[in-house]
């Protein structure tokens, strides 16, 4: 009976078989433009399975997108902490970070369309991944780069953004959207407020896109990241109750989308 | 080792322990009016426990009410069903509904808080319940009901409103609220459109309530109830994805409220 008990145990409680997560380096290329982004998986399971791709902030690939694609891991998921500046390309100050991500979501969107679908087109080619079974998240600007996935009409079962920038130059595009949508949103984002908000809910109705919007109270820009400290009035700053919030709803948007 | 096994299964898998719920009438008075709600528990549980308030829709206390009141008691909460009408008073027609839920909504509500608060206190002197863990919930006439509990001060940890009415004659009176509320709104519903969301969100946050507010794409009113049929183009109707999803996420948010 004993190694009976023991795999009940082992398959009813995860947390006794927390998984060694295995780390990769993933290039991939538009035009002569190297990007690198980090793979986090697995390896012990080797069939096919979902798996998200992790959109940065408007800092670049860092920690904070990277450990949010390690705890995805250790969910089960092959993630994707992606990277659409370039190999190695992070801002120092926060001048250089909106200048970056302001080249890349103004205009036309052509580039950030170019460099997010290389991305998922790199995370497809892995054997470790069901390519129908592919979600996307992101933060802030990697919330916007996640939409901006959708927006292009790529083949998603959906889209997560948390404080994401919900304004697009091109808002007839929210018909190429083929999954669903869930934003998670600060209340109080002075860098999103509620024009913005209401703009979005409009295009996402008149493409008749399967959305859900939730609002936290309280909660300003960047609510999900530690590093953002916890001074509201700064306009970014971390709300632990949102943050605890906003991951539970994506773990059951997740389990309705990959179910 | 057999008896712990079967214990563990017993523990880990509530689905082996569905409980046999127990069902009461419950009589309370405002002034010389009776009313009489419904309440449902398990009475093998014999501790004091959490409680969970249902507000019905402007029809009255009718079978829909009772069933969630049901399946909250099946979650190990003591729900009751309440009634706001008078003892067997139901709606026949929606004409009707309409009628008595405006005479109560309207003015300054007093009626409806001395009725609602009516419930609250018969609930607190249950020896089943916990009286310092009581949340409520209500169903589109029943989410004003239980935001006008809220509203008047009523000690209680939260309240969630399904496709709710939103508006109030006295916004500034959400600064009496104690609790956390979430609201769980169809983002097409005609009877409660943007501008009122909108309004209530200025009223949250004015009054700096803990709030969330999560609005589902392609869901009109009375979503949650089947018996609105299918044809959201009337303005009422079912839509199996939102009332999922909100059932879970008030689930979450219980977890919240009474961890």
Redesign the interface.
């Known amino acids: 009976?004993?190694p009976?008990?023991t795999s009940?145990?082992m398959a009813?409680?995860p947390i006794f078989a927390l998984a060694a997560i295995k780390t990769e380096p993933i290039q991939y290329k538009v035009g002569d433009t190297t990007f690198e982004g980090v793979l986090y998986y697995d390896d012990a399971d080797s069939a096919p399975r979902r798996a998200v791709l992790v959109c940065h902030e408007w800092w670049g690939l860092n920690d904070y997108s990277k450990k949010r694609a390690e705890q995805l891991a250790q969910m089960g998921y092959v993630a994707f902490a992606v990277d659409v500046y370039g190999k190695g390309v992070q801002a120092k100050t926060q001048e250089e970070a909106a200048r970056m991500a302001t080249a890349l979501r103004s205009g036309d969107r052509a580039t950030l369309r170019a460099r997010i679908n290389a991305a998922l087109t790199a995370l497809k080619a892995r054997k470790e991944v069901d390519p129908k079974k592919i979600a996307a998240i992101g933060y802030c600007f990697g919330g916007t780069t996640a939409l901006e996935l959708a927006r292009s009409g790529a083949d998603i079962l959906g889209v997560v953004g948390f404080h994401a920038g919900l304004s697009t130059p091109n808002p007839a595009d929210a018909k190429n959207i083929k999954g669903k949508v869930l934003i998670c949103h600060g209340?109080?984002d002075p860098f999103v407020p509620?024009p913005e908000v209401?703009a979005f809910?409009d295009e996402?109705?008149a493409a008749?896109?399967?959305?859900?919007?939730?609002?936290?109270?309280?909660a300003v820009h960047t609510f999900t990241n530690p590093a953002a400290g916890n001074d509201p009035s700064k306009g970014s700053a971390y709300n632990a109750?949102a943050d605890h919030?906003s991951f539970?709803?994506m773990k059951?948007f997740f389990a309705?989308l990959f179910h």
């Open positions: 009976m004993k009976l008990l009940l145990i009813l409680c209340g109080d509620m209401n809910l996402m109705k008749k896109v399967d959305y859900q919007l939730n609002i936290y109270s309280d109750q919030r539970e709803e059951q309705e």
